[in-house]
């Protein structure tokens, strides 16, 4: 099972995936972590793609199609793969289908979050992440336990560099020009379902599983989904 996650930046990707990974037994595979744990490393690719991170600008499609195919090909012995953050433009789309059809596998949904304008302002400007863990928390919608802790290591809590104002009206562009593109992509393949993310998380997640659960069937004895 392949199901895609794509939404502008703040639209709370990474917060749905992170509980349908959980919840469908699915490997998460969000670009922006990957990297971001890679420049924590300095690793050759953290160095890499530091500076386009930190401008909000998107790393080059050959860097990001290579780590999600080494990601994919760890392995899984989950039920398949939840994708954030990728593709985001129409060249990783191809990469994509071409990397899944050569491992016998296909894209099963897409869910496009939507969220207004302000209210993504609001997530960005709030968002917080733990710089040790990655675990995410919002200064109003999701504070951690103890002031500007993480609830898990009590590691003290970072804004993210490329979520300051300037940054973020590139990301937000970029969203529109590059990635927004790709929604007509999947919706002339009828694998686009749209979701309203203005709601709180749990409403969010509440739309989403259900849409998987009246939709896909999946079958534990050949490890796929179908659709019913
Ligand atoms: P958000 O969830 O806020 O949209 P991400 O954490 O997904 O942000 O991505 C952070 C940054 O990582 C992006 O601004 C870009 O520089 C880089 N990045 C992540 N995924 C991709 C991708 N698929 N293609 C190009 N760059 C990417
Ligand atoms: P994305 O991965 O799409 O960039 P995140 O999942 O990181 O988005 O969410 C952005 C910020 O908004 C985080 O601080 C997160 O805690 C918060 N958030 C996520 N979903 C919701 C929601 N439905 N309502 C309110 N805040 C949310
Ligand atoms: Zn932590």
Same mark, same amino acid.
Do not use: I, M
């Given at each position: 099972m392949v199901i895609l996650l794509i939404g502008?930046?703040?639209?709370?990707k990474g917060t749905q995936v992170d509980r349908l990974s959980q919840h469908y037994c699915l490997n998460k595979v969000g670009t922006g972590d990957i990297l971001r744990q890679e420049v924590v490393k300095r690793s050759e690719l953290g160095v890499k793609v530091e500076g386009y991170m930190k401008k909000g600008k998107l790393v080059p499609d050959d860097i990001i199609v290579d780590v999600v195919t080494r990601r994919m090909d760890w392995?899984?012995?989950?039920?398949g793969y939840l994708l954030d953050?990728?593709?985001?433009?129409k060249k990783q789309a191809q990469m994509l289908d071409h990397l899944l059809k050569e491992r016998g596998k296909k894209i099963d949904l897409v869910f496009n979050i939507e969220v207004s304008e302000p209210e993504l302002i609001r997530r960005i400007s709030g968002r917080r992440v +733990?710089?040790? &863990?990655f675990r995410l928390y919002h200064i109003d919608y999701n504070k951690p336990r103890?002031?500007?802790? +993480?609830?898990? &290591?009590?590691t003290p809590l970072i804004q993210r560099e490329d979520d300051r104002e300037e940054v973020v009206r590139k990301r937000l562009t970029l969203y529109r020009e590059e990635t927004k593109p790709l929604l007509q992509y999947y919706r002339r393949q009828s694998k686009l379902v749209d979701i309203?993310?203005?709601?709180r998380a749990e409403e969010v997640f509440r739309q989403i599983s259900a849409y998987i659960d009246s939709h896909l069937s999946y079958n534990s004895h050949s490890n796929k989904a179908e659709l019913k």
């Open positions: 502008p930046p703040g639209a709370g392995g899984s012995n989950c039920r953050g990728f593709p985001r433009t +733990c710089p040790k &863990c103890v002031d500007e802790l +993480c609830d898990y &290591c009590r309203n993310g203005n709601g």
